[in-house]
Nanobody
Framework: QVQLVESGGGLVQPGGSLRLSCAASGSIFSGFAMGWYRQAPGKQRDLIAGITSRGNRNYVESVKGRFTISTDNAKNTLYLQMNSLKPDDTAVYYC?????????WGQGTQVTVSS
């Protein structure tokens, strides 16, 4: 079972930036599509950004142009660079495969965008 540990969240003002990291317990990114998911209070967890093993990236419309997903295969780490953050981006952010591995959900990292 792959373990995924998210980090990098925090409190940021609107318009600010954060970079989230997801450390994997093994070398998996070269073989699987990976993604960042987020869950806002009272809402379901949704996929917002994905990257294939070939490096093709996709984003939901609400984060397109502001967020960038990337991987460092040598470090077994997935990243999400988030710029121009908005209050609507407030959520717990998770990484997982696409489709997600049921047993690999981590605790996530909280991102709060507020002035």
């Amino acid at each position: 079972q792959v373990q995924l540990v998210e980090s990098g969240g925090g409190l940021v003002q609107p318009g600010g930036s954060l970079r989230l990291s997801c450390a994997a317990s093994g070398s998996i990114f070269s073989g699987f599509a990976m993604g960042w998911y987020r869950q806002a209070p009272g809402k379901q967890r949704d996929l917002i950004a994905g990257i294939t093993s070939r490096g093709n990236r996709n984003y939901v419309e609400s984060v397109k142009g502001r967020f960038t997903i990337s991987t460092d295969n040598a470090k077994n780490t997935l990243y999400l660079q988030m710029n121009s953050l908005k209050p609507d981006d407030t959520a717990v952010y998770y990484c997982n495969a696409i489709p997600p591995w049921r047993g690999s959900w981590g605790q996530g990292t909280q991102v709060t965008v507020s002035s």
